[in-house]
């Protein structure tokens, strides 16, 4: 997605926003709009996907709130005795924190039936949010510099990959894979368990700095790095701009990586006390069709959280895809971070 | 008497809209950042400011990020300095033209700037191929993500605030002031250090006290030229309000980062004006 797209697509978005604020509930209610607030990177490919198809079906107009997990959840806050969404698409260890200040509400079996259509991993505190995509978190390489893939997480740890390989900051929710990772290559443990040994995490992933490039924040540049070659390797990605990027024939790809992968986490919540409830259960009922999840392996390069939906030939299912326990990592993500900032990057 | 009074308030009234909005945009905002860097558990108190000043590790944020702001400082002033008494004994033209230069930079996004350095410090960027190719090194350095290419990348950013306040008192020095020094048998290392150097330090005090600012302050630049390796206050306030939810850190940093300014500023102006008094 080039700048002036990403711009004009923030214009539109903002304009929309301002839109609905200006206009009184009545009017609102006219025009039949359902304002979703979710994630800037996908906003093209879920109009594209999902929300032209519910336009048509339904004579609905969704207006695409975008931004990142912690602006939406300050959005939420802000908004809490009035909101402008009826629903919300972030992370789940920002759902946690939603969850708990009471900004979101459980979705029902009885307002979205296909919830019984859906893996129960993806359910979580009894339907307060769940996940509609499980893209892979996994290890992403250029394809020039390690024709032959990466084979395991140890692998990044080997002295031949001096400088070169590029790793999320704590700063962002994928990074905390990387600590469960290292805790479960110093311990033996499996993730779940391994979670629970941090400390064995913070050890080993000491070791890995001489081969560190950057500890990024910043995902974009992460990835230019990654695709120009200056890094080879990039731990606890998401593996859905991958299949779009090879297509235009950029030299990158992911990992099975041997020890296992993880689920990204994507959530998807109704906004408390939000505008139109019935109109945002339709959505996310939609959501969760076969129909609706059978479009998610082929345009997002994601699993569909229905095991019922298709995906197209050649699509790998990722099953047994690891789900970590946000609401510990929630809980304990602070006390990391300040540890992160101290043992790791500096 | 009577009268000036009424003047002064007739005065005083048109700065209201004025006043009032730097009291409701800057100095509330303010207060309620001072204040909450003071609270702790309800209570007033300097705690917060006892336990990150008695961290080494939050001693070296703030080492870091005055590192940069001096650096920075240093390397645009020796560049500008003298760009500035260049640019003003060009033709007029030419001043235009160079001012024009110098201003277009300041139009294209610090994102973008920033993203540019990073492809020129790559290990196949311009710097290594030119280096590689004179046979200066045998293997590309490693440039990216050291504070040594965040310094380089600072001092391109924050150049045209450092030149154009030097270029603006120094175009307007008076060149008799030099011929009466050499008249009266002043040479020209003299009539530099004797002459030009005081008549031009208005504007180099305002540049300094602008680019140490800025700079100091800057995030977009350290975030993205060596990341989260080379801890800067400006991240860590960031830490702390947005990822870890502890405003205590983050409002404290801000002020420490704050008092560490206005002095600078503070400093920069008094210079200035025993300069001008002597």
């Keep these: ?346 | 008497m009577r009268q000036r009074n009424v003047d002064a308030d007739s005065v005083g009234f048109l700065a209201a809209p004025a006043v009032s909005y730097m009291l409701l945009a800057f100095a509330a905002p303010m207060a309620w950042l001072c204040a909450s860097s003071l609270l702790v558990n309800g209570e007033f108190g300097l705690a917060n400011y006892r336990q990150y000043l008695g961290d080494p590790y939050y001693l070296g944020v703030i080492r870091n990020s005055l590192l940069i702001g001096i650096s920075t400082t240093l390397i645009t002033l020796l560049l500008a300095y003298p760009a500035a008494f260049a640019m003003a004994k060009c033709p007029v033209w030419a001043q235009s033209l160079i001012l024009a230069l110098v201003f277009v930079p300041l139009t294209v996004g610090v994102i973008v700037k920033t993203f540019g350095w990073t492809i020129v410090l790559r290990s196949n960027g311009v710097v290594n191929v030119v280096l590689l190719n004179l046979g200066l090194i045998d293997s590309p350095l490693r440039l990216l993500f050291t504070p040594t290419a965040l310094i380089a990348g600072m001092s391109n950013v924050f150049l045209p605030y450092m030149l154009l306040p030097i270029y603006s008192v120094v175009r307007m020095i008076d060149r008799r002031y030099l011929d009466a020094a050499a008249s009266l048998g002043a040479g020209p290392v003299y009539r530099f250090f004797h002459v030009l150097v005081p008549l031009s330090l208005p504007g180099v005090i305002a540049g300094v006290s602008l680019v140490f600012s800025l700079s100091i302050a800057a995030y977009v630049t350290p975030l993205m030229l060596v990341g989260d390796r080379f801890g800067t206050m400006s991240v860590t306030i960031a830490r702390g309000f947005l990822y870890v939810g502890n405003p205590a850190l983050g409002a404290t940093m801000a002020v420490i980062l704050l008092i560490i300014t206005a002095t600078i500023v503070m400093l920069s102006g008094r210079v200035a004006r025993g300069r001008a008094r002597s």
């Design chain 1, 1 to 346: 997605m080039t700048m002036t797209n990403k711009r004009r697509d923030l214009l539109v978005g903002a304009a929309a926003s301002a839109a609905v604020l200006a206009c009184p509930g009545v009017l609102r209610a006219e025009t039949r709009e359902l304002v979703v607030s979710g994630p800037a990177q996908l906003s093209k490919l879920f109009r594209q996907v999902f929300f032209s198809r519910f336009e048509q079906a339904t004579n609905v107009k969704i207006l695409f709130d975008e931004g990142v997990s912690l602006s939406h959840l300050e959005k939420l806050r802000a908004n809490r005795n009035r909101p402008i969404s009826s629903i919300v698409m972030i992370d789940d260890p920002v759902m946690v924190t939603a969850n708990n200040e009471g900004l979101i509400t459980p979705i029902t079996p009885a307002a979205v039936p296909n919830l019984s259509r859906i893996l129960p991993s993806a359910i979580h505190k009894d339907g307060a949010w769940i996940n509609y995509m499980f893209p892979v978190a996994t290890i992403a390489y250029n394809t020039n510099l390690l024709p032959g893939g990466v084979a395991a997480w140890a692998d990044a740890w080997q002295p031949k990959f001096k400088g070169q390989v590029i790793v999320p900051t704590l700063q962002l929710t994928q990074g905390v894979l990387t600590l469960i990772v290292a805790a479960h290559l110093e311990t033996g443990l499996p993730f779940e368990q391994a979670l629970q040994n941090i400390d064995a995490g913070f050890t080993r992933l000491k070791v890995l700095k001489p081969n560190v490039l950057a500890f990024m924040a910043n995902t974009s540049q992460a990835w230019n790095l990654l695709e120009q070659g200056e890094g080879s390797m990039m731990l606890s990605v998401s593996s859905q701009p991958v299949a779009a990027r090879r297509k235009q024939g950029v030299p990158i790809n992911t990992a099975t990586p041997r020890e296992g992968m993880f689920a990204m986490p994507n959530a998807i919540a109704l906004v408390k006390n939000g505008p139109q409830p019935e109109l945002a259960a339709q959505f996310i009922n939609a959501l969760c069709s076969d129909e609706y999840q059978s479009l998610i392996a082929g345009n997002l390069n994601s699993n569909p959280v229905n095991l019922h939906a298709t995906v197209p030939a050649g699509f790998e299912r990722a099953n047994n895809l690891h789900v970590p326990d946000w609401e510990y990592i929630t809980a304990h993500r602070a006390a990391w971070a300040d540890r992160w900032a101290r043992e790791i990057a500096g």
